[in-house]
C-alpha cells in the first residue's frame, strides 16, 4: 500500500497511509469541537448538541450492529452528561485516554464522523486498518489514543504520557477515563499511585454507571464512594452527579485547573448504563427493570433541556431539530461507508517489517489461495512473489 509521508506542524514526521482517506471524505457539517469559552447559551447548546451526538450514533450503531453490517457496538446511552461535560474542559493540545464509551468526547473534539464510522465497520477508511476490534476508536488529531479492551490499562498509559509532558515541560492536561469496574484493576492504583507520586498534570474521571457488565456497583467495592480511593493517593476525589452536565462541566474545570498545577484528582461520576454492556449482552438476565426506569426518569438530556428550556436558551423545537440534523449527517455517512471496500488482506502482514520476510509471504501466499477459493480475496489481496 503507498505511503505518503507528510509534515506535522511540530515538524515531526508522520507516515499516513492512503487508506488514511476517512478524514478526507468527511463532511463539512460536524458537530463544533468544544470551545474554551462561549455565552452560557451558546454553550448549553453546544452541549446540548453533543449529548445528541452520542445518543444519535449509538442509536445508529447499535441497529447496524443488529443488522449484521458492523460486528459490536457499546453504548454510552444515559452517560452523555457525564462524557461530554467531563471533556468539555479539555484544550485542543490536552489527551483524552479512553475506555469503552468515550468515541463521543472524541467526535465533540473534532474526530470526524467518517473516522468514526469507518472504524465501526473496519473498512478500508479505518485508521487502525482493521486492526482493532470495532468501537476500538482513535483519532491522532485530537489526541485520542488506541484503547484496549483490558479494563484498565489506559490509565497507566495516560499517567505515563502526562509525566512525560511533565518532564518535557509542556503545558498538557491528560484526562484519564475508567468505569466502576475499573477501580478493581491493578491499572487503576498503579496509574493514582504514580500520578500522585510524581504529580502530574492529570485528572481522572471514574463513571460510574452502576455496572461492570453483571457486577453492581454495591458489589464491586466496599467504600463509601468510589471517590474515596483518592485520599489513598494524596489527591483530591470529588463525587459528582454524573447526569448533571452543568455539574460535571464545573468539576472537570476545576480538575483542569488543578492538573496544571500539577496536582492530579479524581472526579467520580455517578450516572447509569442504560443498555446493555454492549451489543452481546442481555442486561435483564442480571438487573431489574425497575432500576432502569428510575434512571430513565434522569434522562440527562431531559433534564438538561427541561433547564435550558426554562432559561429560555432554546424553544421546545430545538431539540428535534438539532436530533434530525445529527440524523441527516450520521446517515449520510453511513451510507459513504457502507460503500468503501474492505481493508485489503495484504495489509496482515505489513507494517511489522519495512520487506514482509520470507516466512510470512510463505504463509500469507497458503492462505490466499484459501481466500481465493471461498471467494473472500479481491483483486488487491493477490500474493506475494517468493
Ligand atoms: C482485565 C480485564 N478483565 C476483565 C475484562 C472483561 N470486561 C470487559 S468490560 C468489563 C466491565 C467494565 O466495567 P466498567 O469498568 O464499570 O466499565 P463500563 O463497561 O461499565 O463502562 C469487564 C469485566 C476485561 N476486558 N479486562
Ligand atoms: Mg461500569
Not at 208 to 231: E, L, M, P
Not at 277 to 298: C, G, N, Q
Request: aromatic share 8%; hydrophobic share 40%; glycine share 8%.
Amino acid at each position: 500500500m503507498a505511503k505518503a509521508t507528510t509534515k506535522t506542524k511540530a515538524g515531526r514526521v508522520a507516515t499516513k497511509s492512503a487508506a488514511h482517506s476517512a478524514s478526507k471524505a468527511a463532511p463539512a457539517k460536524q458537530p463544533a469541537a468544544a470551545s474554551a469559552r462561549l455565552s452560557k447559551a451558546e454553550e448549553g447548546k453546544a452541549l446540548l448538541r453533543h449529548m445528541l451526538a452520542i445518543r444519535v450514533l449509538d442509536e445508529r450503531m447499535l441497529k447496524l450492529q443488529r443488522a449484521g453490517r458492523v460486528g459490536f457496538a457499546g453504548s454510552a446511552t444515559g452517560l452523555e452528561a457525564s462524557i461530554i461535560g467531563s471533556a468539555w474542559a479539555l484544550r485542543p493540545k490536552d489527551w483524552l485516554w479512553s475506555g469503552l464509551r468515550e468515541g463521543g468526547a472524541a467526535v465533540m473534539r473534532g474526530m470526524p464522523l467518517a473516522d468514526y464510522i469507518a472504524q465501526m465497520y473496519c473498512n478500508s477508511n479505518d485508521t487502525a486498518k482493521g486492526r482493532q476490534m470495532c468501537n476500538h476508536f482513535q483519532h491522532k488529531g485530537t489526541n485520542y489514543p488506541s484503547w484496549s479492551s483490558v479494563i484498565g490499562t489506559q490509565i497507566v498509559h495516560g499517567v505515563g504520557a502526562a509525566y512525560a509532558a511533565k518532564s518535557r515541560g509542556l503545558d498538557e492536561v491528560h484526562a484519564i477515563y475508567g468505569g466502576d469496574g475499573s477501580t478493581s484493576s491493578s491499572g487503576f492504583h498503579s496509574g493514582l499511585n504514580f500520578a500522585g507520586v510524581w504529580r502530574v498534570p492529570c485528572y481522572f474521571v471514574v463513571i460510574d454507571n452502576g455496572w461492570a457488565i453483571s457486577v453492581c456497583s454495591r458489589n464491586q467495592t466496599a467504600a463509601k464512594s468510589y471517590a474515596d480511593k483518592a485520599a489513598a493517593y494524596g489527591m483530591p476525589g470529588f463525587e459528582v452527579d454524573g447526569n448533571d452536565v452543568d455539574a460535571v462541566v464545573a468539576a472537570a474545570r476545576r480538575s483542569h485547573e488543578l492538573a496544571r498545577k500539577h496536582q492530579p484528582s479524581l472526579l467520580v461520576l455517578t450516572s447509569y448504563r442504560m443498555m446493555g454492556h454492549s451489543s452481546s449482552d442481555d442486561p435483564t438476565k442480571y438487573r431489574d427493570e425497575k432500576e432502569v426506569a428510575a434512571w430513565r426518569r434522569r434522562d440527562p438530556i431531559d433534564l438538561f433541556e427541561k433547564r435550558l428550556v426554562a432559561a429560555k436558551a432554546i424553544d421546545k423545537k430545538h431539540r428535534a431539530k438539532v436530533q434530525l440534523e445529527l440524523e441527516a449527517l450520521v446517515d449520510e455517512e453511513i451510507h459513504r461507508q457502507e460503500q468503501a471496500p474492505k481493508m485489503a488482506l495484504k495489509t496482515l502482514v505489513e507494517d511489522v517489517y519495512a520487506e514482509v520476510p520470507r516466512h510470512l509471504r510463505k504463509q500469507y501466499n497458503a492462505f490466499i489461495e484459501v481466500a481465493e477459493r471461498l471467494g473472500h480475496a479481491t483483486p488487491g489481496d493477490g500474493a506475494f512473489p517468493l
